[in-house]
Structure formats: C-alpha cells, structure tokens
C-alpha cells in the first residue's frame, strides 16, 4: 500500500502509489473500496453501502475550496495551473499532489520549497475536492449515500493563550536570519502590523517567506498575522486589497483624469469648493484674508484627494508586470545591525515598541536606524550622537524606507488598537526624522545614477540605484533595462507629498535649505503642469508653520509678544529648534531657476483662469496677513533651524521674486507706480507696496534672540519692489 496515506488512498479508490513528481494519473478501483470513512466520506443512507468517493470525468467538476484560493493560489494561480516562476499543479497525480501538499517540498533553490499542509491547514477531503477542481473531474458517491462534501478545518478560537503562543513564535521566526543573514525583522520592522493591517492573503505571505526561513517558521508567520489581527479585531475581508492599496494616499483614491493637467484642474476646483473664499472677488482686507486662512486650515492635508498615485505597501513582479516596480514603501536592503550588540539594540526598542506602542518608545525604535548601522557610540544611550551616512551608502534610500515602514506600523496600530486616526495627529509632529520626505530626497540625489555594474559605469556607478533595481525584477539580464525614467520620477513625487502630509510645515523634516523649502518637490510638480497642487502646498505648509499645532508637549510658550520655542529629536536628544510664526516665509513662494509660482500657467483657458484666481487669492491672503500680523506685534517672526535663519528679509525676497512678478503678470500691467493704476491692479499695487513698508520695517527693528544685523543682505532685498 501506499506510503503515508494508506487509508486516504484507500478511500479515495487509488491504485499504485506515485512520487510527488510522476505527473501519471491514476483512476479509482473498486478493488481499493474497503476502508473506513473519515472526512471524505458521507454517512451512508443505506448502512450496507461503503460510501467511498470516487473521480469521475461525468460528474461536473467542484470549485476550488476557500483554502485552496487562500493559500495554494498565492504560488500557482487561482486556477492551479501555474504562476510566475511556480509550476502547474495539474501533471501530479493524486498521490503525488497529497503527498506534496502534506509533506511540503526541499529543494536545493528557494523556489523548490514548499511549505507542508497539515489536517488543521486543510482536511482530506478539501483536498480531493481541489484535486478534482485541478483536473476537470467531478466526485461521484455510490448509490445510497449522501452527496459528497467537502469539510473545513476547524476555526481557530483566538484566546489570548493562544495569541500570546503565536506571537512568541512568531516573533522568533521573524527574527531568524535567512542565507544571506537577514531576518524579516529588518525589512517589514519590528512586527508584522503592516500586513496585518493589510488583505494580504496566506498564500502570498507564504510564497514571501518561504524565500528565506523553512516551512515550520512560514507558518509561524502566517499564524502570528492572524493572531495580531484577531487582537486587533480586524475582519480580514474588511482590510485594504494589497494590489490596489497605497499607504497614506489622501482620502483614498486618486483624483481623475488622463494627464496630470486633468487631474490638476479637478484639484483646483475641489480647492475651490473647499476654500470658497479664494474663489470669490479679490481678497483686500484682514477680516477676509483671516476667513480665507481658516478655510486653508481646515483642508488636512491628509484626507483631501490629489491627482498624485502614492506607492503601494510591497510590490511583486509575481503579480505580473505592473507589480514589477521600483514603487513599494518596503526597502530593497535590509537594515541590518553592524554587529550583534547594535543588532540587539535594534530588537530591544523592538520588544519596547510591541509591548507598549507609544510615541516614545516609537521615536526610540526610529532613533536607532541610523547607529544600528554605523556602530558609534554606547548603545544604551539613545542620545548617542550620529554621523551623516555617506550618499553612496547602498542603505542610505533603504534607511529612509524603513524608517517609513515604521511609521506606517506605528500609525495602523495606533488606529485599529487605540482609535487614534492619521488625520487626527498634529500636523507637526515631532517625528526624528521625516522618513517619507527623506526617502524622495534620498532617491532624487541618485535618480541619475548609473547602476549596470561597476566595469560598465567606472566612477558613476551608484550602488543605491543598482540595489534599488536589482531588487525589482525590473531588469533585462542581457543588458537592456526597461524604461524606468517615469517610474523614478512617480517614486520621488509621491515619496515627497506623503511627506508633507507626515508634516504640514516640514519644521521636523530634514535637510538642507532647498528640500525644506519644497524645491525639489514644487520643481517636479511645475514641469507636470500641476499649479494647483503647487499652490496648495506652498501656502498649505507657510500656514501650517504659523498657526497649526507642533506635537504635544515639544512647544515651550514665550511671554506676550516673545516667541514660543519648540524642540525636535534631529539628533536623538530635544534642542531648541523653532520659533513659530504666522508668516515664517523660508523662500515659500520662491523656487529659484526662473519657476516662481504663477510664471507658468495651465494652457486650457478655462484652468488657467481658475488657476490664476486660486493663486492671486492666496497671495493675497498671505500679504494681509503678513501686514496685520507685523502691525499688531511691530516686529516679524521667523523661523530658525540649524543656521537656517528666515526673517523678515526673507518675506522681501519672496515679495520681489514672486509676489510682484506675478501680479505684473496676472493684471498686465507694472506694479511700480500705484498711483497710475485703476481697480483691482490698483488695488494689488498698494497693497504690496504696504507689505514692503512692513517688511523694512521689521527689518529695521532686528530680530530678537539673532543679534543687532541678522542676514541684511535679505533685509537689503529692495530689487524691483514698489
């Protein structure tokens, strides 16, 4: 008789017994019609009658059982017949095809290995009834017994002994280093909360891990998802499809249309609606200027659709050529610690995190990215200094990609366990460092880079955009890659904008004068012909700097008239970094390279004048509160970070370089001499000419707490102003 499955084979009518790769069918004999009847198996209606299943070409042929569909399709296809690089089901026998599914495969190449299904996984007969689905037959029953039917393992109870069990091997096996020393650990974080918190189906998770641990730790896997969700109380069906779910994307969905053009146009007028009064008659007042920013205010960034598509969770070329892409927040090199001690520095704020995910131990986990790396300082000591990574570090984007995937864990727990919303957080938060923000930058800095190999590049090869693409499937072996030139592009764009939605007024974002101050995100969404977009986050980011909340407890107020000073973790440790202020302008509105807003406009007319009256407004409603903050304090706020000073000087320079050029333009006519203006250019023109007188004056009153002369070449500022 046949080798572990005596009584199955017996009672499902086999004969012989075949490997798991004979690929021979075998037909049913009633010569094997004498075994007792487990699952498989009806009651019999007639108590003298062996009621055994057997295959047969005339009966119409099941559908694939639920498990089947869950777990066997995430390799071989929803019909079995093969997917990507895993083989048809279809040429095994019956024994083979039990006798692979029970006992798994080991093979000598990751795709050889299957994971083993036991009774608990999947019944005997959901496997006969697969089986039968597989090859087109249909399960027929003697005369007198019930129909056949197929039966479903028991559901599992989740009682907390046994979550408390799954997570214990769970977290051991997502700790386990595979052949090339990296666990699941150091890519997916510190658990598994955002698939969890994902539809992600056993069969692909499956398929993942068993890429890198055996068969007993890919099920602790799968168990401890199911465990985290069961704890969490999320109703698998009810979670995001992971094919079409893009992490962060405001609102949901993506704005419609064919072309970026399309898709800003119905951005501005969704602004429109949304801040009526930027779509009314000209702004020329405080009062209305003060409606108009509370309008802005009221938009969070985080909920409010745009024509932008932000990157899914994980990407899978499995999942055919779309899914091959360089556009997943997952990072395509593990973060793994420089030695054992860093690697336990990394798991102990792990442990910390899982046990307690509260904002302080999530800063402490995302602290740490960066000296698990280079190994400096006293790993106890989280206010331990770090150096800048060198930007040809293959882990400098993958760091900045983790740091992501953190945050995203960290948010998707906070709302499933504690009911804390993203839109519900402070739109500055006190994050360390803007991961989001900081993996576009990353990638912008190496988008360039040449990545075939280093005899091919010489002294351009970059080994960020080799890892990067290496790790995609998204590369032509014999030496021609796809067009991946829009691709890097998209991966940048949404990078950027999810992070400004992390943080509104970019005051915890790092580096550099020209990424804080949008240039590289504001540049890409100006050659897209994307203006609307482009006003919302310019004046969206100067507002949420002055009147949006900073993260709790991180803002120490000032006296009446003084300003309040807030703290960051730039470094591991809080320091006094910024004084907020209702109008810090940081080059708002200038881009430099001649791209000033309201220098292009959309070529449809009907766009453009919805796009210029949207803009002037806004430049309106900034000017007046500009003027009416400096005349109610006789002084201007700035913002100061790490030497990045933004004083009244400043605002002088976004007036000259995009407030007046622009309105020269939108009116057609000089803003030089008020005096020889009518109507609203006229109106236009004065009112930049007192934002000037205010701003000087400012300038002559200095700046408290940055000495007598601070930054006078922008105080000098007086270029082509009124």
């Not at 995001?240 to 800003?264: C, K, N, S, Y």
């Not at 927040?329 to 690697?343: F, Y």
Request: glycine fraction near 8%.
């Amino acid at each position: 008789m046949c080798r572990h499955f005596k009584h199955l084979f017996l009672l499902l009518g086999m004969l012989g017994c075949g490997s798991a790769k004979d690929g021979a069918s075998v037909s049913p004999s009633s010569d094997t019609a004498t075994a007792t009847a487990n699952d498989s198996a009806a009651p019999p209606s007639d108590p003298d009658v062996e009621c055994i299943p057997e295959l047969s070409a005339d009966h119409p042929a099941p559908e694939f059982s639920a498990v089947f569909l869950e777990t066997c399709a995430g390799c071989h296809g929803a019909d079995g017949l093969g997917q990507g690089a895993y083989p048809s089901m279809k040429g095994l026998s019956l024994e083979g095809f039990m006798n692979t599914v029970r006992f798994g495969l080991v093979g000598d190449t990751v795709l050889d290995n299957m994971p083993a299904f036991d009774a608990t996984r999947i019944t005997d007969s959901q496997l006969m009834s697969d089986y039968a689905a597989l090859t087109g037959q249909g399960i027929k029953m003697p005369d007198g017994c019930e129909p056949f039917a197929a039966q479903s393992p028991e559901p599992t109870e989740w009682s907390v002994e046994l979550i408390d069990a799954a997570k214990e091997a769970g977290l051991s096996a997502w700790r386990t280093p595979d052949h090339e020393g990296a666990a699941c650990a150091n890519c997916h974080g510190s658990a598994p909360y955002g698939i969890a918190n994902i539809g992600y189906r056993d069969g692909d998770i499956l398929r993942r891990a068993m890429l890198h641990v055996d068969s007993e730790r890919t099920w602790a896997v799968v168990d401890w998802v199911a465990a985290l969700r069961a704890e969490m109380d999320l109703e698998k069906t009810a979670l995001p499809d992971p094919m079409i779910f893009r992490p962060l994307q405001p609102g949901g969905i993506v704005i419609d249309g064919a072309t970026p053009a399309e898709r800003d146009h119905a951005f501005g007028q969704q602004l429109a609606a949304a801040a009526p009064t930027l779509a009314g008659p000209p702004i020329h007042d405080a009062a209305t200027a003060q409606q108009a920013v509370a309008e802005y205010l009221a938009i969070d960034a985080r909920t409010f659709p745009i024509g932008i598509q932000f990157n899914r969770y994980t990407e899978d070329g499995h999942h055919g050529t779309e899914h091959a892409s360089l556009r997943e927040w997952l990072p395509d090199h593990a973060i793994v610690g420089v030695d054992e001690a860093a690697q336990d520095a990394i798991y102990a704020t792990h442990d910390a995190w899982i046990a307690d995910p509260s904002w302080d131990n999530f800063l402490m986990m995302e602290n740490i990215i960066d000296r698990s790396q280079y190994g400096v300082g006293d790993w106890s000591d989280e206010q331990t200094s770090v150096p800048t990574a060198a930007s040809s570090e293959p882990t400098s984007l993958a760091r900045q990609q983790y740091r992501s995937v953190l945050l995203f864990q960290h948010l998707m727990r906070a709302q499933a366990e504690q009911g804390v919303r993203y839109e519900d957080l402070p739109s500055t938060p006190s994050y360390r460092i803007n991961g989001p923000w900081k993996a576009a930058d990353e990638f912008r800095s190496h988008s360039d880079g040449c990545w075939y190999s280093p005899d091919d590049c010489g002294d351009d090869y970059d080994p960020v955009m080799a890892s990067k693409l290496d790790f995609t499937g998204k590369v032509d072996w014999d030496g021609d890659p796809w067009d991946i030139s829009s691709e890097k592009e998209d991966f940048i764009l949404s990078w950027f904008w999810a992070g400004f939605t992390v943080d509104n007024g970019l005051l915890m974002t790092c580096c550099g004068n020209s990424t804080k101050s949008t240039e590289y995100l504001t540049g890409r969404l100006y050659a897209r012909g994307m203006y609307n977009h482009l006003t919302f986050l310019r004046f969206k980011k100067n507002l949420a700097v002055g009147f949006e909340d900073s993260y709790p407890g991180d803002c120490v107020e000032g006296a009446p008239g003084e300003p309040t000073i807030c703290y960051d973790f730039q470094h591991g440790r809080p320091e006094p970094q910024t004084i907020v202020s209702p109008h810090a302008q940081n080059w708002n509105y200038f881009l430099g390279y001649g791209k000033g807003l309201g220098h292009k406009t959309p070529d449809d007319p009907a766009a453009k004048d919805l796009y210029q009256l949207l803009l002037a407004n806004s430049f309106r409603m900034m000017a007046y509160t500009i003027i009416s903050h400096i005349e109610s304090t006789g002084w201007a706020d700035g913002v100061r970070d790490n030497g990045n000073r933004d004083v009244a000087g400043f605002g002088l320079r976004s007036l000259a370089d995009s407030y007046v050029p622009f309105f020269n333009d939108y009116h057609g006519v000089s803003m030089d001499d008020p005096a020889a203006l009518t109507g609203e250019a006229a109106a236009d023109a004065h009112m930049l000419e007192l934002m000037t007188q205010r701003l000087h004056e400012a300038c002559e009153l200095g700046y408290p707490g940055y000495g007598a002369d601070p930054w006078p070449g922008h105080c000098d500022y007086s270029e082509d102003l009124p």
